[in-house]
């Protein structure tokens, strides 16, 4: 399995997937509604999507949690999660991601509902590959597809 | 009514809830995310909003009812159904919303209670409109005829 270079700005460490396999995005939401929008809107992106209702569900998923079960992580290709979930928030969610060394060149995408420039540059400074604004709409997952197939080949 | 008759109906009646501000745009971005893979998603999504929506007003209302009253509960209920009343581009609601936000921010218990008033009517009168949408599409479906885009 090839491994990604350092220098690559946060690809997936998954490169040895061929061209035509869907990517596995988790999605992270505590809004039931939205959890549904941006599931239908990645499944249209042809990926595979798993979704989590809080960050800590999430981190159990990703193997970071303290509940995780052995032989129960699963290979994500890229997280989306939204800013504000109570307990904590899709921005403490991301420093987890990036302190640990299994996941932190896991591509993370960070959506709001809330258009706040020192909350969008926080984000981005922590290693957020994006920020989006809710409502989420078809072309902006297509974009996020570009970017994640674009970093994997 | 014929099938032609009640597509120019159905699509009469959708444009009026967008002149009148009851649907934004977000709303389209839902009927194009169905198709024949996912036929019933824009009910699904709608559905599960009406569910999320009537617990959300329902704990607003007991929250408001207390004796010390719990404004970041409060807040953090309104920003749930602000949230997901743009995700489905009922754009009445979540105006109401944006509202009792602020006066959630200023612990305006008045303010508050307005507010939740008012959150109530616009979330009864969408509900009531996309049922209505819905029932039109419906019989379109049964007439042996395509809902017009």
Sequence with gaps: MLSCGAGSGGCSKDMAVELGDEPHVLAVDDNLIDRKLVERLLKNSSCKVT??????????YLGLGNDTLE?????????????CMPGMTGYELLKKIKESSVLKEVPVVIMSSENIPTRISQCLEEGAKMFMLKPLKQSDVKQLKWHLMKCRN | ?????????????????????????????????????????VVEVVSLFFEDSERL?????????QQSIDYKRIDAHVH????????????????????FRNYCEEQNVEGCLKCLQQVRHEYSLVKTKLESLFQLEQQILTAGGSIPM
Excluded: W
């Design chain 1, 51 to 60: 979704t989590a209702e809080n960050a800590l569900r999430a981190l159990d």
């Design chain 1, 71 to 83: 032989g129960t992580v699963s290979e994500v290709n890229m997280i989306i999660t939204d800013y």
């Design chain 2, 1 to 41: 009514m014929d099938l032609v008759q009640l597509q120019r109906q159905f699509v009469d009646y959708r444009t009026s809830l967008y002149h009148e501000g009851f649907l934004d745009e977000q709303f389209t971005q839902l009927q194009e995310l169905q198709d024949e893979n996912n036929p019933d998603f």
């Design chain 2, 57 to 65: 007003l329902n704990e607003l209302a007991r929250a408001l009812e």
């Design chain 2, 80 to 99: 749930q159904l602000k949230g997901s009343s743009s995700s489905i581009g009922a754009q009445r609601v979540q105006k109401v919303c944006i509202a």
